[in-house]
Antibody
Framework: QVQLQESGPGLVKPSETLSLMCTVS?????????WGWIRQPPGKGLEWVGH???????FYNPSLRGRVTISADTSKNQFSLKVNSASDADTAVYFC?????????????WGQGTLVTVSS | QSVLTQPPSVSGAPGQTVIISCAGS?????????VHWYRQLPGTAPKPLIY???NRASGVPDRFSGSKSGTSASLAITGLQAEDEADYYC???????????FGGGTKLTVL
């Protein structure tokens, strides 16, 4: 059964870049599926951030206005998230996910999530 | 504010049936895009519940069922159990916003 694990700093300063990594186990990121990120501000609902296909094709939430980059390292079976110019609005639990390859993916596997706080 | 509207909370007694609605529009649920449902227990990651409008995810009991009609979708839970207390989210795609979108979530309380 596929397992996903997020890693990265739990504290980021405002205006700096938020960076997270997701390590995938027991499944190859080359083997179909989208690989992406969903975030959840404390006490609030879910927000789709974006996802990537192993070929490099990416899809991003337009509301994040070009601040987001998702990339994949197939040799390490990992994918990553970068959010530029972080602000307190980016404070959230970030989940890495696996999704079906459709316009509206069903996210069938989730990491446990990691809290990132944007604060000076 | 999400384009998919869910009631903030619903409740029911053990054994009863509850229905959680997810109201959308002609640019999301009202199109050909599927609706998916997730359940999130406190302090944990969401887990898939229903995918493709009506299909139960692996291991989900048949007490849970999904449906879609027009611009709305619903999640029905029959034979309510204490362990069903959780937050429930619907998800679809909005073609006007070109984004995957979630409902605001519904907190289910078992009385």
């Amino acid at each position: 059964q596929v397992q996903l694990q997020e890693s990265g700093p739990g504290l980021v300063k405002p205006s700096e870049t938020l960076s997270l990594m997701c390590t995938v186990s027991d499944y190859s990121v080359n083997n179909g599926y989208y690989w992406g990120w969903i975030r959840q501000p404390p006490g609030k609902g879910l927000e789709w951030v974006g996802h990537i296909f192993y070929s490099g094709t990416t899809f991003y939430n337009p509301s994040l206005r070009g601040r987001v980059t998702i990339s994949a390292d197939t040799s390490k079976n990992q994918f990553s998230l970068k959010v530029n110019s972080a602000s307190d609005a980016d404070t959230a639990v970030y989940f890495c996910v696996r999704g079906t390859v459709t316009t509206n993916p069903s996210f069938d596997s989730w990491g446990q999530g990691t809290l990132v706080t944007v604060s000076s | 504010q999400s384009v998919l509207t869910q009631p903030p909370s619903v409740s029911g007694a053990p054994g009863q049936t509850v229905i959680i609605s997810c109201a959308g529009s002609s640019s999301n649920i009202g199109t050909h895009y599927y609706v998916h449902w997730y359940r999130q227990l406190p302090g944990t990651a969401p887990k898939p519940l229903i995918y493709g409008n009506t299909n139960r995810a692996s291991g989900v009991p048949d007490r849970f069922s999904g449906s879609k009609s027009g611009t709305s979708a619903s999640l029905a839970i029959t034979g309510l159990q204490a362990e069903d207390e959780a937050d429930y989210y619907c998800q679809s795609y909005d073609s006007s916003l070109t984004t995957v979108t979630f409902g605001g979530g519904t907190k289910l309380t078992v009385l």
